[in-house]
């Protein structure tokens, strides 16, 4: 009778094990179809002869011109949109790789050309399909496809959008979502633009402003070297048999030279800990804080790190709240893209007093971080009901006040450059020319 019941048993354990087996490779099934999904583009010809393009998802490239034969398209050409690196063929894991290489202008153009097609009335899945023969390059083909897909299998398109955190901003994608919400998308998504390309254009007169300042930096840096350990080295071989003191000048050069000669790996050595030291520090909390501190407490660079901190602030915060995102979720959005975290602290610790019922310009006023101007603009535009336009004019007006100021800041620091220059070189040519004046005198 045992018999009986331990083979009853066995066999109940078999039949389980093979229907959570059985379950285990179908999830295993489809989780490796989902993987290996290729994304293909192709030409082709419709029932009519007439040419079309476009995209395609499938497992191969011959399951992919299967799927456009049964659907009356008969393709001409196909290859897969991204071409997979060697080495990867069998690790489907690795699209956050091409993901990365996404550029920020590539996310503007299409954000604008997709606002422009749902505005003349393409929907969204047939706006998507459309942009991805024209995106730039072949990681962005592909993200616009899964994100159709995504679309198409009943995810919103913000939702479809939260995939790929690394190339959608929050902000990004909660003012798409607000857009949904409210049925206004295609103006979300030009605003979105918008915003996007006057960070860009900042951000690029800023690097233009400071490139030539820097570029005569770097040069002077490498001639200085370069004299001080090739040329110098020469000229005051000449003082090596001379039995007379050098002067201080003459000695000072000359440590400063045979430094550079012997030692000048032991710079570089320095120069790699310190800046893996303040990357360390920099990813703290702590660290992070102090060196923000530090930052607004510099005369000239503290007020452009703030001005330029408020202006992000201000610009973002009144295309959420245009938007229809609600004053709380914006300012917990915002708080996040300030760029430094005092400035952010005080944004937190002013959602607190806003979902208190005070006005968001006596909360920023109570912690007395951000300029009195914005404060006090942002006052005048919630007693008037125009708080969005007056954040967008607290942005034009900070972002003209950091242009202006790095034009003149430039120049004052080309002349001091040069200025530096002319004293070293002179530093250099006075301390080999004053033993060579002692030495005439005395053989005079």
Not at 303 to 321: D, E, I, M, Q, Y
Not at 323 to 341: E, H, P, Q, R
Request: aromatic share 8%.
């Amino acid at each position: 009778m045992f018999s009986h019941i331990f083979l009853i048993l066995v066999l109940g354990v078999k039949v389980r094990y093979q229907k959570w087996n059985t379950i285990r490779n179908d999830n295993c099934n489809s989780l490796y179809t989902v993987i290996t999904m290729a994304v293909f583009e192709y030409k082709a010809l419709d029932a009519k002869g007439k040419s079309v393009a476009g995209i395609i998802n499938s497992e191969s490239m011959a399951a992919a011109r299967q799927k456009l034969r049964s659907s009356g398209i008969f393709p001409v050409d196909i290859k897969e949109a991204y071409e997979k690196t060697a080495g990867s063929q069998t690790d489907g894991l690795t699209f956050s790789r091409p993901f990365r290489r996404v550029r920020q202008s590539e996310i503007t153009m299409v954000t604008r050309q997709l606002s422009t097609l749902i505005g003349a009335g393409f929907p969204l899945v047939s706006a998507i399909y459309t942009l991805v023969p024209q995106a730039g390059s072949q990681a962005l083909k592909k993200i616009l496809s899964k994100i159709k897909d995504s679309i198409e299998e009943g995810k919103s398109f913000a939702g479809a959008l939260s995939i790929y955190p690394d190339i959608f901003s929050p902000i990004y994608i909660n003012m798409v979502r607000a857009g949904e919400s409210s049925g206004t998308l295609e103006v979300v998504l030009d605003r979105l633009a918008d915003i996007t390309e006057k960070q860009q254009n900042l951000n690029n007169k800023i690097k233009s402003i400071m490139a030539y300042p820097t570029i005569m930096a770097i040069l002077g840096i490498a001639v200085l070297f370069f004299l001080l350990a090739v040329i110098v080295p020469r000229l005051t071989a000449i003082f090596a048999d001379v039995n007379q003191a050098l002067p201080l000048t003459t000695r000072i050069l000359i440590d400063i030279s045979d430094f550079l000669q012997s030692s000048w790996w032991i710079l570089l050595i320095l120069v790699a800990i310190g800046v893996g030291l303040f990357r360390y520090v920099a990813k703290t909390t702590k660290g992070r804080y102090t060196i923000d501190k530090i930052i607004l407490a510099l005369p000239l660079v503290g007020p452009l790190a703030k001005k330029l901190a408020v202006a992000r602030f201000a610009r973002t915060l009144g295309s959420l709240l245009e938007n229809g995102v609600s004053m709380l979720s914006a300012l917990d959005i915002v708080k996040n893209i300030v760029g430094n975290v005092i400035i952010a602290d005080s944004v937190e610790s002013s959602a607190k007093e806003v979902e208190k019922g005070y006005g968001l310009g006596k909360a920023l006023e109570a912690d007395k971080v951000f300029p009195y101007l914005s404060v006090q603009m942002i006052q005048v535009g919630e007693q008037s009901g125009e708080l969005e336009t007056m954040l967008s004019k607290i942005a034009d007006v900070f972002e003209n006040e950091v242009e202006s100021t790095m034009v003149s800041l430039t120049s004052l620091l080309e002349p001091l450059i040069i200025l530096i220059m002319g004293i070293v070189v002179g530093f250099v040519v006075l301390s080999i020319v004053q033993p060579i004046m002692e030495m005439n005198q005395l053989v005079r």
